[in-house]
Nanobody, 127 residues
Framework: QLQLVESGGGLVQPGGSLRLSCAAS????????IGWFRQAPGKERAFVIC????????NYADSVKGRFTISRDNADNTVYLQMNSLKPEDTAIYYC????????????????????WGQGTQVTVSS
């Protein structure tokens, strides 16, 4: 069974950092692009950042450029989202999602192109 599990969320003060993990089981992440999305209360799900299956290409929402980075460790079957300089508006449930692609294809910014989703992890930025 294909499964993604996010972890690493929590409460952090503005300006702080968190690292989220997205661990895959039941399939090999080598063949999958990974996206992170977030959903705040009362808002639609929004693209945050993604990385293609080779790790050679990433894409960022304008709102997180310069603050968030994504990386992957295919040996551990895990993708990481490093979030720095967090702001209250970053508060949301963060979801990772996987999409199988040809090797080297660019990752997707559109949520409905992803086929496997995690359960989400809450990130709260507040003083």
């Amino acid at each position: 069974q294909l499964q993604l599990v996010e972890s690493g969320g929590g409460l952090v003060q503005p300006g702080g950092s968190l690292r989220l993990s997205c661990a895959a089981s039941g399939f090999n992440l080598d063949y999958y692009g990974i996206g992170w999305f977030r959903q705040a209360p009362g808002k639609e799900r929004a693209f945050v950042i993604c990385i293609n299956n080779s790790g050679g290409s990433t894409n960022y929402a304008d709102s997180v450029k310069g603050r968030f980075t994504i990386s992957r460790d295919n040996a551990d079957n895990t993708v990481y989202l490093q979030m720095n300089s967090l702001k209250p508006e970053d508060t949301a449930i963060y979801y990772c999602a996987a999409r199988r692609t040809f090797y080297g294809d660019l990752c997707e910014r559109t949520w409905n192109r992803y086929t496997t989703w995690g359960q989400g992890t809450q990130v709260t930025v507040s003083s």
